[in-house]
């Protein structure tokens, strides 16, 4: 009995706690590293150094930082709502880090191959706005809430068109798997057939992660700092590694969607020696350059050409995309069977 009880519960609890560890630690490590990749990148097109003081060539630049957040005292404003203010970070990097159960990094690694891994994903992303509402009302401050709003309706409007890119997808595979959205890319990625789409994915991704040139919740003219203004030590510094962390996640899921996943770029040597891992984290790391050079390179939207982009633009031409999509299908007789 006792034995049964120890292979039945206790072991393969075990194992998912170490796979979660497995996951979340390498994930940590990557969200540090991405903050000095970022200003090293950015130094390099304005032809600077970057932080080259801590550790050789200034290695050791993100735990430097992250002991200084650690050891900064955390500030709560007289008015605040305490409880709000405290948790709504640790909503925002704990829903960063739980949509990691469902991507997989190879054929076979993955913590939870659920049928449904695209709604899992779409749910968690929409969740997210709720810890940066939840900051910016808890501070009880003009600026915090205002930034918090802009932020909202930014992240909503951008949403919409990035549903209806996934569903695109979709159409394509016949199933709500990631792994099988990866699969059915063998012979052509996503991103040569539906080009336009990959695009808007990757520019609704930058105004969804609030990066630039769409940062509109953190213009420092009139907002301060937006949602995060009444924040400093450790609760800011859950803002700044969710916001990494959901870069990192949106380029992952470009991958999965459009640029094949783990499949190398062509299935003949020396290309599909490679291990599949190192292909999903090259193209990941591809995507994630791109967000540093997006946002060395273009200045920022106004909000009102924000929303135009979303409303006006994205919005009618994912729409027009999904009907064409659908019916390019119907005509070929090329649609997918659903997945049992």
Same mark, same amino acid.
Request: aromatic share 16%.
């Given at each position: 009995?006792?034995?049964?009880?120890?292979?039945?519960?206790?072991?393969?609890?075990?194992?998912?706690?170490?796979?979660?560890?497995?996951?979340?630690?390498?994930?940590?490590?990557?969200?540090?590293?991405?903050?000095?990749?970022?200003?090293?990148?950015?130094?390099?097109?304005?032809?600077?150094?970057?932080?080259?003081?801590?550790?050789?060539?200034?290695?050791?630049?993100?735990?430097?930082?992250?002991?200084?957040?650690?050891?900064?005292?955390?500030?709560?404003?007289?008015?605040?709502?305490?409880?709000?203010?405290?948790?709504?970070?640790?909503?925002?990097?704990?829903?960063?880090?739980?949509?990691?159960?469902?991507?997989?990094?190879?054929?076979?690694?993955?913590?939870?191959?659920?049928?449904?891994?695209?709604?899992?994903?779409?749910?968690?992303?929409? &969740?997210?706005?709720?810890?940066?509402?939840?900051?910016?009302?808890?501070?009880?401050?003009?600026?915090?809430?205002?930034?918090?709003?802009?932020?909202?309706?930014?992240?909503?409007?951008?949403?919409?068109?990035?549903?209806?890119?996934?569903?695109?997808?979709?159409?394509?595979?016949?199933?709500?798997?990631?792994?099988?959205?990866?699969?059915?890319?063998?012979?052509?990625?996503?991103?040569?057939? &539906?080009?336009?789409?990959?695009?808007?994915?990757?520019?609704?991704?930058?105004?969804?992660?609030?990066?630039?040139?769409?940062?509109?919740?953190?213009?420092?003219?009139?907002?301060?700092?937006?949602?995060?203004?009444?924040?400093?030590?450790?609760?800011?510094?859950?803002?700044?590694?969710?916001?990494?962390?959901?870069?990192?996640?949106?380029?992952?899921?470009?991958?999965?969607?459009?640029?094949?996943?783990?499949?190398?770029?062509?299935?003949?040597?020396?290309?599909?020696?490679?291990?599949?891992?190192?292909?999903?984290?090259?193209?990941?790391?591809?995507?994630?350059?791109?967000?540093?050079?997006?946002?060395?390179?273009?200045?920022?939207?106004?909000?009102?050409?924000?929303?135009? &982009?979303?409303?006006?633009?994205?919005?009618?031409?994912?729409?027009?995309?999904?009907?064409?999509?659908?019916?390019?299908?119907?005509?070929?007789?090329?649609?997918?069977?659903?997945?049992?």
């Amino acid at each position: 009995m006792e034995m049964g009880f120890w292979s039945g519960y206790v072991w393969p609890g075990l194992i998912i706690v170490l796979q979660i560890v497995a996951i979340i630690l390498p994930m940590m490590g990557a969200v540090a590293y991405l903050t000095l990749a970022e200003r090293k990148v950015i130094a390099a097109m304005q032809m600077r150094k970057g932080p080259n003081v801590v550790g050789p060539f200034g290695l050791l630049q993100p735990l430097a930082d992250g002991l200084k957040l650690l050891t900064k005292e955390t500030i709560i404003p007289t008015g605040a709502n305490r409880f709000l203010f405290i948790i709504a970070p640790m909503v925002t990097f704990i829903l960063a880090l739980v949509a990691w159960a469902v991507i997989p990094f190879d054929e076979g690694w993955v913590l939870a191959d659920i049928n449904v891994g695209v709604l899992y994903l779409f749910a968690i992303s929409s &969740l997210g706005v709720y810890g940066i509402i939840v900051a910016g009302w808890a501070s009880n401050s003009r600026y915090p809430f205002l930034g918090a709003l802009r932020s909202a309706a930014q992240m909503v409007s951008y949403e919409v068109s990035i549903g209806f890119v996934i569903i695109t997808v979709l159409l394509c595979v016949g199933s709500l798997n990631l792994s099988a959205i990866v699969e059915a890319q063998r012979g052509l990625w996503f991103c040569i057939p &539906l080009l336009p789409m990959f695009v808007i994915y990757y520019i609704s991704a930058l105004a969804e992660t609030n990066r630039a040139p769409f940062d509109l919740p953190e213009a420092e003219a009139e907002l301060v700092s937006g949602y995060n203004v009444e924040y400093s030590a450790m609760t800011f510094g859950l803002f700044f590694l969710g916001e990494y962390a959901n870069m990192i996640l949106m380029s992952a899921m470009g991958t999965i969607l459009f640029l094949g996943g783990w499949l190398p770029i062509v299935d003949v040597a020396p290309f599909n020696w490679i291990p599949g891992i190192f292909w999903f984290l090259g193209k990941t790391f591809a995507l994630l350059f791109g967000f540093l050079w997006v946002r060395a390179t273009f200045p920022r939207y106004r909000y009102d050409q924000l929303m135009r &982009l979303g409303w006006k633009v994205f919005l009618p031409f994912t729409l027009f995309w999904v009907i064409l999509t659908a019916g390019v299908l119907v005509a070929f007789d090329w649609v997918p069977a659903p997945a049992m």
